[in-house]
């Protein structure tokens, strides 16, 4: 069994009183026994991506900057694996949005660079973050080995794509991991917030589900205004579930949560052994995958 | 809007009484104004593949054979579009588990075999079904146009599989369709069968979250015993999910039902809209995906 723990936060224009919240939920967690802690996209402050604003790239830092060694102290100190989520500056006019693994005392035990970037209204990122690089065998996607096992850390906008969560299964990922910031326009009505949730969660569950693996998903609360007058009211409902898709522990949309769960690893050995879909996979009949569309 | 119909049938050994039963429903179906009619997987019999028994050959029959003729005829009186499902024979000794699609006036538009095919404790379909060729450029993943839409057609197993769900939407499907013969082993515990059921709705509601459209599912129901004393107890819940994933309408487990939705096919306009998922896939990172394990 693995202890795992969410943070799901809800952050201000603070960085650091929104880091030392951080902490102490991870202090929290560690001292509930959690072994692998989840915090949320770009928790250090607010989601700056409302807008787009030259000024805000004040906020990156180095992939070896002050954020990684404060968090790679904390999970040395704690004996745990934590993720966590940054908004990098990797050379000057060259941004990513980062997440960090770090591993007890390892330290850091690798970075994923989110490879599918947004751009709706509220959600300006492509003019903040380049896509991580498709380089290597492994071709960007590749899980972070730790002490809890092979971690498919993805980031947000990534969890839509199911050519993600399999190519990280198909490296040997044993779960998946979705940092989130994502949230409701306050102006929808309330069905089709509803319906957004709900196909938020469906298709991440979908995820486990096709590769038998467990799903986590750690997403930001609270709403946050932008300088324009929009705002987003970011949704919670940061999860866990179980290689059928079954949830496993949810939490609420308004409030600030510790969500902890108890995901027992030999489940995906056993679901993968009733229904062995990686047998069956058509690699003779995929390769129009990487087209854009087939016209 | 597109009215659709799925049949939720129960049969038995009786392929004349099982044929009848279905085209009573087609007939109910069309009398509502259904436009679009989706037959469950291997309908005109008991799910043969329980067993592995040489003799079941002699149910299967030609692609133009006395089924399609049927049902191809009364597609035509009835002025619907009809998706039918057939144990067909290639040529000796070469078998497909395929569907065909009925376009009222034009006959037979298209035909789709099975790609993915299981093989379980009591789905013994490798035995009898070669699956489907990969040839053409879309390699087996062909939409079938008719008058109602390009119609990705999939069969039962292939709802595990994202790849398929997306080669069709890139290959232009407007909706995808999977006649289905799926149940539980009377043996597992209610939770056990929960996850069941849930995976399959969530995995296959995820493909129409993931592609921005809807999904179509048609599953048998009823318990049918085999030979060697095993049963497989079909658990119904045909159901229709829109491009967000969400449950349009649903049928009971062990009811036959003759399930109706209406489908708003300008909703996948407004959701690809909204969430541009086609837009930002790495198609210069998805290489891998063609390969069994990357190890």
């Known amino acids: 069994m693995l202890k795992v723990a969410l943070v799901q936060q809800r952050c201000s224009a603070d960085v650091a009183a929104n880091q030392a919240e951080s902490e102490s939920q991870i202090r929290r967690a560690a001292g509930e026994g959690a072994q692998l802690v989840v915090l949320q996209e770009l928790h250090s402050g607010l989601y700056f991506c409302q807008t787009e ?16 060694h404060r968090f790679e102290d904390l999970a040395r100190e704690l004996d745990i694996v934590l993720v966590i989520s940054l908004f990098e500056k990797r050379a000057t006019g060259l941004y990513h949005n980062t997440a960090l693994v770090m ?6 035990a690798g970075y ?6 947004p751009d709706d209204p509220g959600y300006y990122e492509k003019f903040y973050f380049t896509p991580g690089d498709a380089g290597g065998e492994l071709a960007g996607f590749t899980p972070i080995a730790t002490r809890v096992g092979r971690l498919g850390v993805l980031v ?17 990922a044993d779960m998946l ?23 938020w969660q469906i298709v991440q569950r979908g995820h486990a589900v096709a590769n038998g693996l467990p799903v986590i998903v750690s997403n930001r609360t609270g709403m946050e205004p932008s300088p324009d007058g929009e705002q987003i009211q970011f949704w919670g409902h940061s999860f866990v579930a179980g290689p059928q898709g079954e949830l496993l522990a949810q939490a609420p949309a308004d409030e600030p949560t510790l969500l902890l769960a108890d995901i027992d690893l030999q489940r995906s050995e056993d ?25």
């Open 156 to 172: 947000c906008w990534d969890q839509w794509y199911p050519e993600a969560a399999r190519l990280m299964a198909l490296a040997g």
């Open 53 to 68: 604003d030259t000024g805000q790239f004040d906020l990156a830092e180095p992939l070896d900057g002050p954020s990684r």
């Open 112 to 117: 994923y660079r989110k490879m599918h970037i």
């Open 103 to 108: 591993d007890a005392d390892r330290g850091c």
């Open 271 to 295: 679901v993968r052994r009733i229904w062995p879909f990686l047998r069956d996979r058509r690699i003779d009949a995929y390769g129009n995958i990487v087209r854009r569309f087939i016209d």
């Open 177 to 199: 991991i979705y940092p989130t910031a994502i949230g409701w326009n306050p102006a929808d009505e309330e069905a089709e917030k509803q319906r957004q949730l709900g196909a």
